[in-house]
């Protein structure tokens, strides 16, 4: 498990993509409803929300699409990988949520998957914009400056 900088938090999942197709204009934290062998699941570090969203649906909003492997030694009573979980966030963030995905055509993509440090489970949520292939492109070139910048600031010592 990946230890972050600041925080008592262990990380479980991480949506590394989404910086890349995706340009971040605001971020926020959501709990999750979970079940008892979804959090055990959690537990051993399985989780995958690469191809997950969030949509706000009949006034909630939901995470859809996320992909929690059923627990190994869970019995009848286990749960669905896929299925849709509800959000945890403020009415008032809800509101701003859905009015910025209506109005403007932004998109809710998960970030990071990750326990806090009381033990709850919560989720990194970033409101977004869909990159166009020129912007991928840009970012790759940057990407790959840096990376040769860097080689070369190491060779000469």
Do not use: C
Request: positive net charge; hydrophobic residues 35%; proline residues 2%.
């Amino acid at each position: 498990m990946a230890k972050d900088k600041n925080l008592n938090t262990r990380t479980i999942a991480d949506n590394r993509k989404a910086h890349f197709s995706y340009e971040v204009l605001d971020t926020l934290e959501a709990g999750i409803v979970l079940t008892g062998t979804e959090v055990k699941s959690l537990r051993e570090g399985q989780a995958n929300i690469q191809e997950s969203y969030a949509s706000v649906e009949d006034g909630e909003l939901w995470l859809i699409n996320a992909y929690i492997p059923e627990y190994t030694a869970g019995n009848r009573f286990n749960h669905e990988p896929r299925r849709r979980r509800k959000l945890l966030v403020s009415r008032r963030e809800l509101a701003r949520l859905a009015q910025s995905v209506e109005r403007e055509g932004n998109t809710m993509v998960p970030l990071r998957l990750y326990f806090n440090e009381r033990g709850m489970a919560k989720l990194h949520l970033a409101l977004a914009r869909g990159k166009k292939m020129h912007d991928k492109r840009e970012t790759m070139k940057q990407r790959d400056w840096a990376r040769e910048k860097a080689r070369l600031l190491k060779e000469r010592g």
